[in-house]
């Protein structure tokens, strides 16, 4: 983990401050939250400003706990402009498979960082593949390829199934995000990750096959 990074400071308090205001004031949180209709209308703020507003302090804290253990390997492989460039674009992402999956669903709504975050998490994996991860209810290290794949796999269940009060899809489509550009920016990969790029795209390849079946 190391010291925090000066953007990964930035991108915490940004959500920090947008969340807390967005807790004391309705109005705001409404205007700027993820919503179908008013975003098929033409607000597209709202796929951006969504991702720094959070239903609760525990909602914003997971998330920047998740943000603060995988940061540090995304700057130290690609530097903070790189980091900067994969959490904005796993944001919207997030957003854009959020959008694709309840376009017919005018008042769906949703607010995280998780879509963003998510991107991180599967580009810190992507570089670096033989980390260990430990959950708090599995006291037991797992190779993080094998938790990122499992994760969208338990994603596309999720998806299919609209467990829980989460948005599965956002998580998804920012993990896309975070393996699309980092790759981008990162071809070497190809030359020294090219299985784990294969393992890593699985379930990315299988939400599309079940999409296009009209299996999702």
Known sequence: ???????????????????????????????????????????????????????????????????????????????SFNFVIIYAASLLFGSLLSLYF????????????????????YSAILLKPDMELMMFFIPIPIPAYIFGIGYLLYSIYGMKNRVGNIGHDAHFGGAIGGYAITLLLSPWLFQTNLLMIGLLAIPIVLLFILKKTGKM
């Open 102 to 121: 309840h376009k017919n669903e005018y008042y769906y709504s949703a607010v995280g960082a998780s879509g963003a975050v998510t991107g991180i998490l």
């Open 1 to 79: 983990m190391g010291d925090l990074n000066i953007m990964t400071i930035v991108i915490i308090a940004a959500n920090v401050i947008i969340s807390y205001k967005g807790y004391g004031d309705f109005s705001f949180f409404e205007k700027y939250k993820f919503q179908v209709g008013p975003i098929q209308r033409g607000e597209k703020i709202r796929l951006f400003s969504s991702g720094f507003l959070h239903v609760d302090t525990q909602h914003l804290l997971f998330n920047m706990l998740t943000l603060y253990f995988f940061a540090n390997v995304v700057i130290g492989y690609l530097g």
